[in-house]
Structures are given as structure tokens and as C-alpha cells.
């Protein structure tokens, strides 16, 4: 007779990451560089069948009626125009030069316009850029993230091409579980496997609201021992030997609030070029609490490509 614990195992064996539809969005600025030439990287890593790329020209009479009236024309030539949509294709064949891709340019609002379209094509990745200095008309990832049903990548200006660390937060929800999964599915496609940094950031209760016959260092040393003995179990009930054969555990001690912080910064000394973080879904309860952490970071990250997993 099986154990619990192997139940749980077999009933969801980690099968190799694969994207089958990536709905990419396309500002037709510098941001597009990274992101094409990001996700060509990923496509050598792990099979993507095919990228959906979308560029829509925001209209502005939406924001000023007074600025709409002036320039709406403008703004409407300028998207339809055959010149864009020329450039963008070109754009993308260039960048992606292996993948089955499309090209579409419209006017709207390119955050609806996008999601939209994710769901049209039933897309499971939804690839988008972000600026180190975000413009106002942009799609913010944040947003990008709290709306979309799939899982979502953000690329940073200045992301590198290299998959050789990837730094997972671990709270032991549900959402790090999937997002510590989806790592080992990824790494499951690797050419060379990479190393999963499963980072949890604790916080040392009140030391002086305990009766111990303990000093503080004792204490401390107590409190993380036994938050490496709640990691173990963790990893031990999801994943496989086998599985967890690349997976470096850390606890990193959070004295200041701002959790994202802490993750950066651990991504920053490990070396991390590749962070995996799970968000709650999508209902009006969860968009409110996918929290805080999620929308940090992704704010706060300027370099580190970041998959967000929702689904």
C-alpha cells in the first residue's frame, strides 16, 4: 500500500514545460529588443509552437477630449498604418527567426486589447516588456498580471540571456507549490539543468514574549532549524528525489518590512537571471490579495526576467 506522501507524488508527476500559444505585446519602442530577443532565448530552452505578437496604439482622445480632438487622426494613421505594421513584421521575423509566429496592429487600449486577444487565441504565456523608467501610457506589469487568466512573463529592459539560476519564493501556500513546480518543469527541458534557489523569507517572532531558558542567539537558531525541518517536509511531500536534486534551500530573516526587497536582494548575491513567483487568481477576493509581494517586486525588478503563475 502506498503512503500518503507518494500518492501525492504520482497523482501529479511534473511533465517538461512547454508553451503551446505566447500572446506577446509590442510597444514598437525600445522595450521590444529584450523581449523578442528574450524569448527567442527561451525558445531554445523550452518548445514554444508559436507567438502571437500585438501592437496597439493607444488612443488618446481617451485620456483629454481637448488632446483627442487634435491629434486622434494622427494617432489613428499612425496604427493602421502599412508602414507599422511592415516594421513590426519585420521586427519579429528578425527576432524570433524559429518560431510560427503572427503580426497584428490596432488602436485601443493596449492592456484590454491584449488581454483580449490572450483569450482569443488561447494563449498560456503572455510575454510583455517593462522600461527601468515605466511611461504613463505603458502597460504596467502589475496590471498586466492581476487581469490576465494565464501565466505571465515580464522582461526587464535590462534582462540578460541566461537561465542558469532560478531564485523561487516559498511561503508553503499553494502558490509556491506551483510555482516551485513549474521551475522543475522548466528545468526538466534544460540543456543544462539550472540551479532552483527555494528562497523563504521568515520573520523571528518577539523573543521576549516567550518563557525559554534560551539566549537570543539560541532562540534564533531554534526558530531556523525549525523552518529548514517545515522546508524539508515541504519539498519532500511535492516533489521527488529526483526532482529536488537541483534545489538549493534559503532562508533569508526579514528585521525591515518589504518582502520583496528581501527576494531581490537574495536574487542580486546569488546571481539569480530568472525568478518564478505563484499569484492567486483572478477573482475580485484574489486579485486584492495576490498580493502586495507579487506587485512589489515586479515594480521594483529591473533586471530579472519573471514568470508569474497563475495557472
Known amino acids: 500500500m502506498k503512503n500518503t506522501n507518494q500518492e501525492v507524488l504520482d497523482d501529479v508527476a511534473i ?37 502571437h ?49 503572427t503580426c497584428e496592429v490596432r488602436e485601443g487600449d493596449p492592456l484590454e486589447e491584449l488581454i483580449k486577444d490572450t483569450e482569443e487565441v488561447d494563449a498560456d504565456l503572455i510575454v510583455i516588456g517593462q522600461k ?3 511611461d504613463h501610457f505603458g502597460i504596467l506589469a502589475k496590471k498586466l498580471v492581476r487581469k490576465t487568466k494565464c501565466n505571465a512573463l515580464v522582461v526587464p529592459e535590462n534582462a540578460k540571456l541566461s537561465l542558469k539560476k532560478i531564485l523561487v519564493p516559498i511561503d508553503f501556500s499553494a502558490h509556491s ?28 517572532p518577539d523573543f521576549a514574549s516567550f518563557k525559554i531558558s534560551k539566549t537570543q542567539e539560541q532562540f ?3 526558530i531556523e532549524e525549525d523552518r529548514l525541518e517545515a522546508f524539508d517536509a515541504f519539498l519532500n511531500t511535492y516533489l521527488t528525489t529526483e526532482d529536488r536534486q537541483h534545489i538549493k ?24 537571471d530568472f525568478i518564478v513567483m505563484g499569484a492567486k487568481g483572478h477573482s475580485k477576493v484574489e486579485l486584492l490579495l495576490m498580493g502586495s509581494v507579487t506587485e512589489r517586486l515586479l515594480t521594483l525588478n529591473k533586471s530579472i526576467p519573471t514568470l508569474v503563475v497563475k495557472s
Open 15 to 51: 511533465q517538461p514545460f512547454r508553451i503551446e500559444a505566447a500572446m506577446v505585446g509590442l510597444e514598437m519602442g525600445d522595450a521590444d529588443v529584450p523581449v523578442l530577443a528574450y524569448l527567442n532565448f527561451l525558445s531554445e530552452q523550452v518548445p514554444i509552437q508559436s507567438a
Open 53 to 101: 505578437c500585438l501592437h496597439v496604439a493607444a488612443r488618446f482622445d481617451w485620456f483629454s477630449p481637448l488632446f483627442g480632438k487634435t491629434i486622434e487622426p494622427l494617432a489613428g494613421q499612425y496604427a493602421l498604418s502599412e508602414k507599422v505594421t511592415t516594421a513590426i513584421v519585420e521586427k519579429v521575423r528578425h527576432q524570433l527567426p524559429g518560431l510560427k509566429s
Open 132 to 134: 527601468s523608467h515605466a
Open 177 to 204: 507549490i506551483k510555482a516551485l513546480r513549474t521551475a522543475v518543469a522548466i528545468n526538466k527541458r534544460m540543456p543544462a539543468p539550472a540551479e532552483i534557489l527555494a528562497v523563504n523569507v521568515y520573520e523571528l
Open 220 to 222: 534564533e537558531k531554534l
Open 249 to 272: 534551500k534559503l532562508l533569508c530573516k526579514k528585521e525591515l518590512p518589504g518582502i520583496a526587497n528581501y527576494l531581490l536582494d537574495c536574487a542580486e548575491e546569488q546571481g539569480a
